[in-house]
């Protein structure tokens, strides 16, 4: 599965955006999709996932009800609604697909999304 990662911007410390991640392939809909951060001179970083049937989701504790993660398979989309943004949430923003439950973490996704960025003033 290809991903295209977008709606990345700069924004106000408060303020919102959507990110959205396009699937290619009719196999979008079986991965269970997470979004991943990475600030410069740090490690990437789990922000939120979704499973395949959009019931389940899980956050990050820096972002949970803030963040809204989200997804519409008939549309191969997963979705990032951020709101009250932070100057801390500025970063590269990747979309990722999980292909491996033996583990967890960045290392259990084996799709990729190229990143968008996410500025924030203060």
């Known amino acids: 599965v290809q991903l295209q990662a977008s709606g990345g911007g700069l924004v106000q410390a408060g303020g919102s955006l959507r990110l959205s991640c396009a699937a290619s392939?009719?196999?979008?809909?079986?991965?269970?999709m997470g979004w991943f951060r990475q600030a410069p001179g740090k490690e990437r970083e789990f922000v939120a996932a979704?499973?395949?049937?959009?019931?389940?989701?899980n956050y990050a504790d820096s972002v949970k009800g803030r963040f809204t993660i989200s997804r519409d398979n008939a549309k191969n989309t997963v979705y990032l609604a951020m709101n009250s943004l932070k100057p801390e949430d500025a970063a590269v923003y990747y979309c990722?697909?999980?292909?491996?439950?033996?583990?967890?973490?960045?290392?259990?996704?084996?799709?990729w999304g190229q990143g968008t960025q996410v500025t924030v003033s203060s």
């Open positions: 392939g009719r196999t979008f809909s079986t991965y269970d």
């Open positions: 979704i499973s395949w049937s959009g019931i389940s989701t």
């Open positions: 990722a697909a999980r292909t491996d439950y033996s583990t967890e973490g960045v290392s259990s996704y084996g799709y």
